[in-house]
Antibody, heavy 122, light 108 residues
């Protein structure tokens, strides 16, 4: 079955960057969007952006434009989310999720990773 | 941006009871591109419903979704102990993809 395994927790200083990985197994990697969603402590879910590896097409939420980069390595079936200029408000659990529908960024998220806690603190 | 408002914030019910969760959109969600997810502590999120009313693979038929346009509903016909969790709706008809604030279904 499809599984998504994320990298471990990170503690970062303000103004630094973090890169979180999401390795997938089972099913096709390239044909389905990998989305990134975050959840701040005690808060709801917030979409960060996504990538469709087969097209290398990305789409980001406007509030992260210029600070986020989502990439995919088809050879290892791994997606990455890099967030720069970190601030305390970026402290959250970051989830990757694989889409249910092929070749579209805009679809339901059928499979989720376990989440990666990113803590931004001086 | 489509804003999704879920109500109630918390639903206190007993096992065996019916749960009705609401998700209202600030503008129409085209082609019913709305999904529902379940979140439980220590577990990966689970897709329950997509396309407003289609159950994902492996989801019991006590879960059902309905609605169109701006008003959507998730119904759990008879709550099982494992159903007590937080539920989120999400629209995927336009960018940015957005989620509702969540409804917590707790044991009364």
């Amino acid at each position: 079955q499809v599984q998504l395994v994320q990298s471990g927790a990170e503690v970062k200083k303000p103004e630094s960057s973090v890169k979180v990985s999401c390795k997938t197994s089972g099913g096709s990697f390239s044909n389905y969007v990998i989305s990134w969603v975050r959840q701040a402590p005690g808060q709801g879910l917030e979409w960060v952006g996504g990538i469709v590896p087969i097209f290398d097409v990305t789409n980001y939420a406007q509030q992260f434009q210029g600070r986020v980069s989502i990439t995919a390595d088809k050879s290892t079936s791994t997606a990455y989310m890099e967030l720069s200029s970190l601030r305390s408000e970026d402290t959250a659990v970051y989830y990757c999720a694989r889409g249910l529908d092929p070749q579209t960024i805009f679809g339901p998220m059928g499979y989720w990773g376990q989440g990666t806690l990113v803590t931004v603190s001086s | 941006e489509i804003v999704l408002t879920q109500s109630p914030g918390t639903l206190s019910l007993s096992p065996g009871e019916r749960a009705t969760l609401s998700c209202r959109a600030s503008q129409g969600v085209s082609r019913s591109k709305l999904a529902w997810y379940q979140q439980k502590p220590g577990q990966a999120h689970r897709l329950l419903i997509y396309g407003a009313s289609s159950r994902a693979i492996g989801i019991p038929d006590r879960f059902s979704g309905s609605g169109s346009g701006t008003d959507f509903t998730l119904t759990i016909s008879r709550l099982e102990p494992e159903d007590f969790a937080v539920y989120y709706c999400q629209q995927y008809s336009s960018s940015p993809l957005t989620f509702g604030g969540g409804t917590k279904v707790e044991i009364k």
